[in-house]
């Protein structure tokens, strides 16, 4: 897979992409000319640079994606991590709690996930 890095309004129409899949390539120049005010030569262009990122494909002309919004952030989370705390977990949770204290209730989140990976 390419490198997936997503400005923001490629992040933008990827989610008009993600929210309303699958759709027809007529439906996305729709969305993208409501949403984004772009021509559909520019949702064409934006839409062929996505799909040869390996984010999306086109079918006869029904557009959906090949990776997930959730897999999408969880790829680049993980880089984030990798690249800015060596891809320490720990480091990059001390760094984020140092200035917002985890709620009550994300502490009982995060201990259920610890726990669930525990169980393998």
Request: aromatic residues 10%.
């Amino acid at each position: 897979m390419n490198e997936i890095k997503l400005g923001m309004v490629e992040a933008r129409f990827a989610d008009i992409v993600w929210e309303n899949e699958p759709l027809t390539t007529k439906e996305l120049v729709a969305f993208c000319e409501k949403e984004l005010n772009w021509k559909r030569t520019t949702t064409y262009t934006v839409l062929k640079k996505l799909c040869e990122k390996g984010i999306f494909k086109t079918e006869n002309s029904i557009v959906t994606s090949l990776i997930s919004k959730n897999e999408f952030y969880a790829i680049q989370s993980e880089k984030f991590v990798d690249e800015t705390f060596a891809g320490s977990l720990p480091a990059f949770i001390a760094a984020f709690s140092s200035r917002k204290k985890p709620t009550e209730k994300e502490l009982e989140e995060i201990k259920k996930m610890l726990d669930s990976f525990g169980e393998v």
